[in-house]
């Protein structure tokens, strides 16, 4: 195949489909492979005396896409040819697509940094909404391949999105919005006031265990769907601010998740891969290992925790009265602007549901005036308030509490045995949605709307414009090119501290990355890195305490920032509607203290049994 129309110095971009496996370890051990070559010859000019003639090759086994870039040195005129070495004769089905790129990779690497601190900028700074940023962002990213000659269809750009997590995230959100309507939460929050017998920080410290134990065994997400709402309710009662705990739950959330090979996403990636489980990296190795170390980060984060939070006040400053009095008026006031007023009715209630904010702020005005502020201490009175808190808070539809239980149960069986029996076919945003259809069906949900008012769809597309803004850096390189440095300062250090160095850096980088970008397509970016790594002969180093280094870099980096996970993302949209929406600089002070001493934590063991015990085989 010829072509032309090329500039100098640009970037030639393949793309070719089929069933191929890619990997220089693949082509060795394979006797069939296909063999790519892009040769372009410079005829003798003004310039140049003699013509010059550049080959560049690429050779893969005959199942994934895979994507070359060819830098080309002139504008002359090249021949790519195609050359398929198989055993027997067959046909090979074989798709190619081919772009010119006329920016150089590290302008692209540069035009991805800035775009990634520009949304930033907004996020921190809540110069808009998180969704907001994140499609502007996503926007930005696109044009910038435009800009460089990449220019996706609206096809490929919707197939980035990954619909399973949204779905999942919806399905979840309308089996929630039901279940709360069975009083189920706020009879969890009186339980556990009784167990922590009226103390703030061992009901904290119980939230966050359990919070911890079962995000490493469901995903994330669905620990704090499930928490956030029991959480919310019981510092109600308690009279406690829910922004400080609920982050305090994420975080352990978070940790918990890296427990496990199905906890969260960057480990069920390197589990998955079939390279890495030929090395000795399977499911239970894997969860052996990390379960370990997790439990070693679990036994420092407490103490840690209760120190960032010493000089917090997590009570309210005012009396419980005035504390829901507030969150009343925002209720209503938030209840009222999401009413479009399209017909009269609609602008009568409205305007009925205003006045009602008016006369609640009169009321608040009353009580601040004749109110002295006293902190809060510990409720001496505990016994008693359970007893008025067991007369007001009940189950209001042990029918529908049957009913939810019972499908909630069947969904949360059905994540575990998708977990460990793959067979099943059955994704987990599948799991979900089914779950919701069934319970909906069960409940008889007269009116839907209310159903549909309750799922958080500025999360939704707050993901969704994520997922492109990723995929898009990507596309700009962005995630190979840290990869590929990382490796580079690898190979630059001496042979007898590379392994500590390595672990060192590669943990460091996969948390520091995960806090500023999604860790998933990270994770998948850096395992065939640190592979090829472990083979390079001059290397010499074991993949396994790099692949263990990645994986917990990579959940325990999540911590750092507010979108470094999803469950963070979840968690603040929930808080949101609840009316106690936490900022980005709220999470990062707490986060982000926690992260590092955690992945600090992480980075010891790593080192005492890779570099002290030699676990590496």
């Not at 067979?423 to 549909?452: N, S």
């Amino acid at each position: 195949m010829n072509l032309t129309d090329f500039r100098d110095n640009s970037l030639l971009k393949l793309q070719v489909g089929g069933p191929f496996l890619g990997g220089m370890e693949a082509v060795q051990e394979a006797q069939e492979y296909i063999l790519i070559q892009v040769e372009q010859t410079e005829e003798a000019g003004s310039r140049r005396r003699r013509t010059q003639q550049f080959l560049s090759s690429y050779m893969f086994c005959v199942s994934i896409s895979l994507i070359c870039l060819f830098l080309l040195s002139s504008s002359a005129p090249i021949l790519i040819s195609v050359q398929a070495f198989l055993l027997d004769s067959q046909v090979v089905p074989l798709s190619m697509t081919h772009q010119s790129l006329y920016v150089t990779v590290e302008t692209q690497v540069l035009m991805a940094g800035l775009i990634l601190a520009g949304v930033y900028v907004l996020i921190i700074f809540e110069i808009v909404h998180r969704t907001l940023a994140a499609m502007l962002g996503s926007l930005a990213a696109l044009a910038a391949l435009a800009f460089i000659g990449d220019r996706p269809s609206l096809m490929t750009v919707v197939e980035w999105i990954d619909y399973e997590t949204l779905a999942l995230l919806f399905g979840m959100m309308i089996l929630v919005a039901i279940f709360s309507e069975t009083g189920f939460f706020d009879y969890c929050a009186v339980k556990a006031y009784q167990l922590s017998r009226g103390r703030v920080w061992p009901m904290i410290i119980i939230l966050c265990l359990i919070a911890a134990v079962l995000s490493a065994f469901l995903d994330n997400v669905t620990t704090m769907m499930l928490f956030t709402p029991v959480t919310i309710r019981l510092c109600e009662v308690l009279n406690l601010d829910p922004r400080h705990v609920l982050i305090a739950e994420v975080i352990f959330t978070n940790i918990g998740g890296a427990a496990t090979a199905v906890g969260d996403p960057p480990n069920v990636i390197i589990v998955s891969n079939q390279d890495l489980r030929k090395k000795g990296i399977d499911f239970a190795s894997f969860t052996g290992y990390m379960f370990l170390g997790i439990c070693l980060v679990l036994l420092t984060s407490f103490p840690f925790l209760r120190m960032l939070y010493w000089n917090k006040k997590l009570y309210n400053k005012e009396s419980s009265e005035i504390v829901e009095l507030k969150h009343e008026i925002l209720v209503w006031r938030q209840t009222a602007h999401r009413i479009n007023p399209a017909s009269r009715e609609e602008t009568a209630v409205k305007c009925l549901l205003m006045q009602k904010v008016l006369n609640l702020e009169s009321l608040l005005h009353k009580k601040l005036k004749t109110f002295q502020r006293q902190i809060s201490q510990e409720d001496k009175n505990w016994e008693h308030n359970i007893q008025e808190l067991q007369k007001k808070h009940r189950i209001t539809d042990k029918i529908l509490l049957v009913k939810c239980l019972t499908v909630l149960g069947v969904v949360i069986f059905m994540f575990f045995l998708n977990s460990f029996v793959p067979a099943i076919h059955l994704d987990l945003g599948w799991i979900a949605i089914l779950g919701a259809l069934w319970l909906l069906v069960l409940a008889d949900i007269q009116d839907f709307e209310i159903i549909l008012h309750r799922v958080e769809w500025a999360t939704l597309l707050f993901f969704a414009a994520l997922f492109v803004l990723m995929e898009a850096l990507a596309q700009l390189q962005l995630i190979d090119y840290i990869g590929e440095q990382t490796a580079v300062l690898i190979k630059a250090v001496p042979e007898d501290e590379r392994l500590a160095i390595a672990i060192i850096l590669v943990m460091w980088v996969s948390a520091l990355a995960s806090s500023l970008i999604d860790n998933i397509p990270f994770t998948a970016a850096m395992i065939p890195v640190l592979i090829n790594l472990s083979q390079d002969a001059d290397v010499n180093l074991p993949v396994k305490p790099l692949i263990f280094a990645l994986a917990m870099g990579a959940c325990l980096g999540g911590n750092g920032t507010l979108i470094g996970a999803s469950a963070n993302v979840v968690c603040a949209g929930i808080a949101e509607q609840h009316g106690y929406g936490f900022s980005f600089m709220e999470f990062f002070r707490l986060g982000f203290p926690m992260m590092l001493m955690t992945c600090t934590i992480g980075m010891c063991y790593l080192l005492a049994t890779h570099i002290g015990l030699g676990w590496n085989t």
